[in-house]
Structure formats: structure tokens, C-alpha cells
């Protein structure tokens, strides 16, 4: 068993490497512990934002939690779960939930229903079984993932660096001894200990890891001059055959999330329209008008979760090192890349330290 007063250094300030910290410091409250996390926030695509454009907190990408994700509930303390899940489909409305799933499994493994790995959607398949309702209860972020997802963790860390990316590493034997970042070389002692809870395409870059191929997703939020309403005041609505997949209202900002989106091309302001436009005609309307929009993609949201990258990905937190070990979505090679599976990798770390 590891010394209580080894030294942990934590690399990325994400969900996963928050999720590390608390571990940690559960198993080993006298620990030090530092996290590293190369942007300005923490959260990776974890965080909320002041827009200025909108005037407004939206969140980096609108975040949904189901009532099956044991992980994510606990720190959504007194947050608002919707019974129904509604779908716009030829025109009309529906709540037929298994009648849509390709459409739902496209959203939870941001990969088109046909390439998603059989292995995953057994797995899924497995966990979820039999999937009640209140499994299928749904929360969706509104500018609060910050305050109710980042907030709790502050306090598992003695120090949090921000702006610090790591840039190299210096090995001896089987062992890291060395890590360079942008802002310094920060030594490791022959007991500390390092996490890695960056992203698969830094990991690969700096670690050597797999090579993954990845899908993107799409977030578009639109401010409108007054609450947008849906039919029957409906929160959200799934939306097969569209562009848009997923339309969420909160009071004047709708937020639309696209998923493995990375073959729209169209120019920010065409899609914003395109998207507005198929909004709009779920209430039987034709917008008079664009509304002020953010786009904003991320490119490598999520690796993409077929069978050639399911068999790239990590079966334990161990590495070739013995002082390094790793969590992130990405590692949970039976979990859909998410939220929940960002979570469940950081408790795993107490198996291995």
C-alpha cells in the first residue's frame, strides 16, 4: 500500500482527473495532490461560459444525464429529471422511446447506429436491462454544468495549475521521471505517483498511446427575444431525419446538439439557418428571421466508438510505466464514451494505487 503522504500529480483538470482527485483523496486523506490542466478552466468539455454574443451562460456542450447514470446523479443535487422523452418524427409528435433507438444509441455512442461496436451495445445492453423508467429519466445541462459538475470537486486538490500543458516526458527504466510542461520541469520522486486524464489524441501524442479515429459534435445555441415554447411546453425533443438531433428549451436560449456530425460542411451562419428553420416548423412555422447563434464544434469530442477503435481501447487503468496510470472516457473500453464513463474512470483509480 502506497504511503499517505505520496505525492499525486494529476494530468488534465476534466471530469475524469477531478474524479481521480476525490478518489484519492478518499483513500489517502493525508496525499498531496496536484492537478495539471493545460487550459484557462476546468471541466475539459465539462464547463459553462458567459457568452458575450448572447449575453447569456451556456454551457461548452449541452450535457444530458439519464436516471441510469448512478455516478452523475449523485452530484445533481435537487436538479429537475423529465419523466418523457418526445420525438418529432413525419410532422407529429411521439413518446414511443424503443421505436427510436438507432436514434438514441447515435447520441449515447456519438456513432452512427450501424458502426457502433456489437461488444458496446451488448455491454449496454447489459447494464441497462431491464431499462425502467426512471432509467430513462432525463436531465439536460442549462449553463449549470460548472456550478453543479465542476464545483464539487475544487476541494480534493492542495493545488490546481492551470495553463500548464504537459509537452514531454522523461522515462528511466520503466519508470517516468520527468514531465515537462510549457511552464516548467516538475520532477518525480521514485513513490509519486502520475495520472493521466487527458484526451485519447494527447494521450497518443505524448504517451505513445493508440491511435483513434473521431467523431465530432456540434452545439448550437440561439437566443431568442422572448421563451421559445415547444408544442405543449414540452423541454426537449428528440429530432430523427433532421439535422438537428436534439432541441433543448431553457427560457430564451435553445440549445441544439448534433452528433457524429463531422461530415457537415456548411458554413456556421447556413447551418444556423438550416437549423432554425426545422425548429420552427416543429410548432408549423417559418422563421421571419435568424436569432443571434453560437456554433461551436468539437472536433474530437469523442473517439469514435466502432469495432476498430473499441479494440484500441485500454482494458485496465495500468500502462507501460509503473508510476502512470490512466483514466478518461476513453479508457472504459465496456462503457460508452460520456459523461458517466468519465466518472466511473476516476473511481476506478483507487483499484490501482
Known sequence: MFSQKKTFHIIGGGISGLSAARTIRKKY????????????HLGGRCFSLYDKKLQRNIDNATHVVLGANKETKKLLKNQKFFNKVYFWRDKKIHTRFYTELPFILLSVFNTKFKQIAKSLLLSLAFKLCPFLSYQRKIYFS????????????LSFANEIKNGWVLQKIETKQNKICQLNFNQGKISIDENDIIISAIDAHSYQQIFQGPKFDFNQII????RTSVPLTLPNNIPFIGM??????????????VAVTISASQDIKLPNDDLARKIWQEIRAVNGLMPAFLPPYRV?????ATIKQDSKNQNLRPSSAQTQYQNLFICGDWTMKNYPCCLEGALKSGTRIKKYI
Request: hydrophobic residues 45%.
Open 142 to 153: 442549462q449553463g449549470d454544468l460548472s456550478e453543479n459538475l465542476i464545483k464539487p470537486f
Open 29 to 40: 486523506p493525508q496525499a498531496h495532490i496536484i492537478v495539471y490542466e493545460a487550459a484557462s
Open 219 to 222: 452545439d448550437i445555441y440561439f
Open 240 to 253: 430523427p431525419d433532421n439535422i438537428a438531433d436534439w432541441v433543448f428549451i431553457n427560457q430564451d436560449i
Open 296 to 300: 461551436l464544434r468539437h472536433k474530437r
